[in-house]
């Protein structure tokens, strides 16, 4: 059963404290993405990756890291210097970084307490 | 600076109608796609429709794209409870390499 998978799906964090989450995909896909959603908003592009080892910065990288060690994994850390971090976070993948189709995960909800 | 807006930004209506959704951008594409999501979870994608079509149809989903007016429209026809949800446009962003996405219609069918 192909597709991609985000956790946790609910994440509670406190001020100043670094929270990763995960994003895991066995669809084969090259190209992968982080996404941060806002209630009533579109979807904005925090990273991309179009291959293992490497990463880009989207719109809006700052306070954010990436990682792309395997081809399946995308994990995205939030860090502290992340001022307003409470949002929805979505990961997808597409087969090659192109501007076709994208799947998404579930995605995770994180609250900063 | 979002490429793709939705209009209208919600919309209710009874089951068995039609709903209609637009987005206008801003500048060249290649291709608009249009996603949905439910409440709570990720993306589905539903179509896409290149620059070089005008009209496009998938089941119950009719897209048209006009690029002399860089706007296009998502008809859901036969409405059904299953299709509330939120409506996405995505445009490419050839000079970013990304996606941009519009802010969304928010689409409730009432049974």
Same mark, same amino acid.
């Given at each position: 059963?192909?597709?991609?998978?985000?956790?946790?799906?609910?994440?509670?964090r406190k001020e100043g404290q670094n929270v990763t989450l995960s994003c895991e995909q066995n669809l084969n896909h090259d190209a992968m993405y982080w996404y941060r959603q806002d209630p009533g908003q579109g979807l904005r592009l925090i990273y991309y990756s179009q291959i293992v080892n490497d990463f880009q910065k989207g719109d809006i990288a700052e306070g954010y890291s990436v990682s792309r060690?395997?081809?399946?994994?995308?994990?995205?850390?939030?860090?502290?210097?992340?001022?307003?971090?409470?949002?929805?976070?979505?990961?997808?993948?597409?087969?090659?970084?192109?501007?076709?189709?994208?799947?998404?995960?579930?995605?995770?909800?994180?609250?900063?307490? | 600076s979002q490429q793709?807006?939705?209009?209208?930004?919600?919309?209710?209506?009874?089951?068995?109608?039609?709903?209609?959704?637009?987005?206008?951008?801003?500048t060249s594409i290649n291709n608009l796609q249009w996603y949905r999501q439910? #409440? /709570? &979870?990720?993306? *589905?994608? !539903?179509?896409?429709?290149?620059?070089?079509?005008?009209?496009?149809? #998938? /089941? &119950?989903?009719? *897209?048209? !794209?006009?690029?002399?007016?860089?706007?296009?429209?998502?008809?859901?026809?036969?409405?059904?409870?299953?299709d509330t949800a939120?409506?996405?446009c995505a445009t490419d962003d050839q000079g970013a390499q990304k996606l941009v996405f519009g802010q969304g219609t928010r689409l409730t069918i009432n049974p």
């Open positions: 059963d192909g597709g991609i998978t985000q956790s946790p799906k609910y994440l509670f060690e395997k081809k399946e994994s995308f994990p995205l850390t939030v860090t502290s210097a992340q001022k307003n971090p409470t949002a929805f976070y979505l990961c997808a993948s597409s087969i090659i970084l192109n501007f076709n189709e994208q799947f998404f995960g579930p995605g995770t909800r994180l609250t900063v307490l | 793709g807006e939705e209009d209208p930004q919600a919309l209710s209506i009874q089951e068995g109608e039609n709903a209609t959704m637009n987005c206008s951008y801003k439910n #409440s /709570g &979870r990720g993306l *589905v994608h !539903l179509i896409l429709i290149r620059s070089n079509e005008r009209e496009k149809h #998938s /089941g &119950r989903l009719r *897209v048209t !794209l006009d690029t002399s007016k860089k706007s296009s429209s998502l008809l859901i026809t036969a409405s059904r409870a299953a939120s409506y996405f």
